[in-house]
């Protein structure tokens, strides 16, 4: 009975003078954590593996966070795959739009994940196993999601995806509305909240969520793995999922700089509603930017440049 270990957005990253985080709120254990995890679900294929020996992992994209990480979170990133490979591992790997340029996957080899590809064998999918028919819709392939039987998934059978597939996410297809004829299970991700594993139109879907915490409304979000078992025709016979171990929040996290910057945005929603009334009452046309430029000969250009520098600031 084989078995996939499926996970997904595991946004590896590191912070140096050279290539600052974006997420200002990252403390220094962050990539350690995401290492840890990695490490954790290395450990849990080799288990699995015992059970049968047809087990292999699948990354659904976003394995790192940005496009060209510093050189050490790069090689940390081989050195985790390498140990894979040590252990008779196979992983397969559906590319992200933060594993590539500008949602462009053949930039891929100038890309951090790129040095994946100079290690023995390919990492990101490109044929079949077992005997089966199985496939990538890597970022950027969105189109099929509502296309019945698209001919590019004809005779497949699994399908690794990045594309916005969820129940009830803001412009996501729903599951129930995908129609794959003869796909017996698409993996998800990108939808970092994740979703319970269910079947629609004869299609299982499996959705354990990112593996990293990375905005401030999942910081105590449990990350989870989804461990499938198939049987040797390739039928879905269980999805269940299953906790991986993660720092505290608190250790991962500057959580005074993350509740700063979500009241520093609440008020600056506030100024905007209140600019935008007060415009109305003054019977100013267009939005609360105009009301600041009739109070420019008054109020002067920096006073007004400096406000609405404020308000827009995210």
Not at 54 to 59: I, K, P, Q, S, V
Not at 76 to 96: C, I, P
Request: aromatic content about 8%; some cysteine; proline content about 6%.
């Amino acid at each position: 009975m084989p078995i996939i270990v499926h996970f997904t957005d595991p946004h590896l990253s590191a912070s140096t003078p050279e290539h600052p985080s974006p997420r200002k709120w990252r403390s220094g254990t962050y990539e350690q954590d995401i290492l840890d995890k990695l490490s954790w679900v290395r450990q849990r294929a080799e288990a699995l593996k015992t059970e049968d020996p047809e087990t292999f992992l699948w990354c659904t994209g976003d394995i790192v966070d940005r496009p060209v990480e510093p050189l050490k979170t790069t090689l940390a990133l081989a050195d985790w795959v390498m140990s894979l490979r040590q252990k008779n591992l196979t992983l397969f790997l559906t590319l992200g739009q933060h594993d590539v340029k500008n949602y462009r996957v053949e930039s891929v080899d100038e890309c951090s994940v790129g040095v994946l590809s100079r290690l023995r064998g390919k990492p990101y999918y490109e044929g079949g196993m077992f005997g089966w028919e199985c496939t990538s819709l890597h970022v950027g392939q969105s189109a099929v999601l509502t296309e019945k039987d698209p001919p590019a998934l004809s005779g497949q059978l699994i399908v690794g995806t990045h594309l916005d597939i969820h129940p009830d996410a803001f412009g996501c297809v729903r599951p129930r509305d995908i129609h794959w004829a003869g796909v017996k299970l698409v993996l998800c991700a990108h939808i970092h909240k994740g979703g319970t594993p269910c079947e629609h139109n004869g299609t299982w879907f499996s959705a354990p969520g990112a593996l990293c915490r990375l905005n401030a409304d999942e910081i105590h979000r449990q990350p989870q793995i989804s461990v499938i078992r198939l049987s040797g025709a390739g039928e879905v016979q269980s999805v269940e999922y299953e906790d991986v171990p993660s720092r505290p929040a608190e250790e991962v996290f500057d959580l005074g700089a993350m509740e700063y910057a979500q009241e520093s945005q609440r008020e600056r929603t506030q100024f905007q509603r209140a600019l935008g009334e007060v415009a109305g009452e003054q019977g100013v046309v267009g939005d609360w930017r105009s009301l600041l430029e009739v109070a420019r000969p008054v109020a002067g250009d920096d006073t007004v440049d400096r406000t609405i520098k404020y308000a827009e600031e995210v």
